[in-house]
């Protein structure tokens, strides 16, 4: 009996169709994976190329991946998803971020308020472009506008630290930058919650009298409850991979490499499984496993530090592999007729973006009193999207089915634009502030006690001589660490070029 009913899960059109799917992106995987070093040869970044090898095998062009292909890798997509949620969280160092907290909120309220005003006037002026969404009622286009603007606040922090890999670049800007880039990133992430709670409210039909009370009630319910899953996430993940754990006792069996393989393994599969955990109590699954993240980093106890940097090491080369699959099947999903008919669209939100976040990182800088030149040059450091918002662009696109997919394509238009506008933007920043070391050019000091010296790889800051800490506008930065407390050196096998 239970011979049949396997022969008859295996024969089943679903499993055929997933079994195909996945064959042809094991296929396809190579293309993408070279698709990414040619644009990283071309100076852009690697997931450009993972997007246009989607786009050009996907079912609008060449057409190897089909449509049902493409919805049938879905389990996939959540497991990258999962993964790049998890990088974001675990770049948030609380011990770390409470030395400049005032500037660094301040900043980071700035920015998102003013871009979140300006591109949600935007977005809704232009929702009448839009196939599919300018067919919705007003309630209903308010909340998508709302859901657009709110992924116009990202900012990729993977691709902020390649640049500064890149630049080899340290200094109190370069870790104002990562601390403002990460927390606005969580606040994105909890905010996407709430809109695609305040979404589901006025589509819902429900008695009168209950809307109001539902639709205050359901946005902090989800909030909650991913962020409870997440922290359930954490604690099952650091009891897995403590040191006198079940899965702590196989190892020393193991050589090292396939030690760190294995526990490699262990973090996809669980967060994996929080990502699906969410989903299925639908709450947010993303914010699950930014809070997992979150937690995993800013536990204390004696072998912080070291699992810290072995959390980051390993959930780095997975990125490397999980980048290839989501933004192939990103770029895969996109619809390329619609996103020939949003181009002046795009670019209209894209330009006013640009001015809100000119006018935001002014005012965050000057309200916190931070240097006027940061005030000049800190927007140029906060244009570039990748990760985080296509995986909230992708979210909206599988999760409302009927103008999901236009608003999907639509927003990675967008997205697409800061991405190749965002890291030359930032590159010149760090040369003006002076922070651009892998140039030979001098490191700009803050007053006359700060003496800076340049030594083969690595910035001394000194102070009367003496080792310790410089300060700008309030940000305290040590030895050439970022935010994180994380020296370059240990970010050297990261793949940072997203």
């Known amino acids: 009996m239970s011979d049949t009913g396997a022969s008859a899960a295996l024969s089943s059109p679903v499993f055929q169709h997933f ?142 630290i390649a640049v500064l890999k890149e630049m080899d670049g340290k200094g109190p800007f370069s870790s104002l930058v990562m601390a403002v880039v990460v927390v606005k990133d969580v606040v994105v992430i909890i905010a996407y919650a709430i809109n695609v709670e305040l979404i ?152 006013v973006r640009l001015a809100a976040i000119f006018i935001g990182s002014w005012l965050g800088c000057y309200s916190t009193s931070t240097s006027a030149e940061y005030r000049r040059l800190f927007w140029m450091s906060m244009i570039t999207q990748a990760g985080v918002a296509m995986g909230l662009a992708r979210l909206a696109g599988t999760r409302f089915p009927d103008w999901g997919p236009h608003f999907q394509t639509y927003m990675m238009a967008i997205i697409l634009l800061n991405l190749l506008v965002g890291p030359p933007l930032f590159r010149q920043a760090l040369v003006r502030v002076g922070e651009a070391k892998a140039l030979l050019l001098p490191i700009k000091g803050n007053g006359p006690v700060a003496a800076q010296q340049l030594q083969l790889g690595s910035i001394i800051i000194k102070e009367n001589g003496a080792g310790g800490s410089s300060s700008e506008g309030g940000l305290v930065h040590q030895h050439g660490h970022g935010l994180g407390g994380e020296d370059s050196s240990n970010k050297s096998n990261r793949d940072l070029d997203q």
């Open 200 to 351: 589901r409210v006025s589509i819902l039909p429900s008695a009168p009298g209950s809307p109001h009370l539902l639709g205050m009630v359901l946005p902090i319910m989800s909030v909650m409850l991913s962020i409870t899953v997440g922290l359930c996430g954490g604690l099952l993940l650091s009891m897995m991979l403590r040191p006198h754990s079940l899965l702590a006792a196989i190892l020393p069996s193991m050589a090292p490499a396939t030690t760190f393989k294995v526990k490699q393994l262990v973090i996809l599969l669980v967060s994996t499984l929080i990502f699906n955990m969410a989903h299925y109590f639908d709450a947010e699954p993303l914010l699950a496993c930014v809070t997992m993240g979150l937690f995993m980093v800013n536990r204390r106890h004696e072998r912080a530090d070291k699992e810290k940097e072995e959390l980051h090491m390993m959930v780095s080369q997975i990125m490397s592999l999980t980048n290839v699959a989501f933004f192939g099947l990103a770029g895969a999903s996109l619809k390329v007729g619609a996103l020939k008919d949003m181009f002046g669209a795009a670019l209209l939100v894209f330009a």
């Open 19 to 160: 079994l195909v799917a996945c064959s042809v992106a094991v296929i396809l995987a190579p293309f993408s994976y070279y698709m990414g070093i040619g644009a990283r040869m071309l100076k852009l970044p690697q997931i450009t190329g993972y997007l246009v090898s989607g786009i050009v095998c996907g079912p609008y062009l060449l057409g190897i991946l089909s449509t049902e292909s493409v919805v049938d890798l879905n389990i996939i997509e959540g497991a990258c998803l999962s993964i790049i949620g998890l990088a974001a969280g675990a770049e948030l160092h609380l011990s770390e971020l409470s030395r400049s907290k005032k500037q660094v909120l301040g900043i980071t309220f700035g920015i998102s308020a003013v871009t979140w005003l300006f591109c949600y006037g935007a977005l809704e002026y232009t929702s009448g472009l839009l196939p599919k969404v300018g067919e919705l009622d007003a309630p209903h286009v308010v909340a998508v506008a709302s859901l657009g603007a709110t992924l116009m606040m990202a900012r990729s922090p993977a691709s902020a």
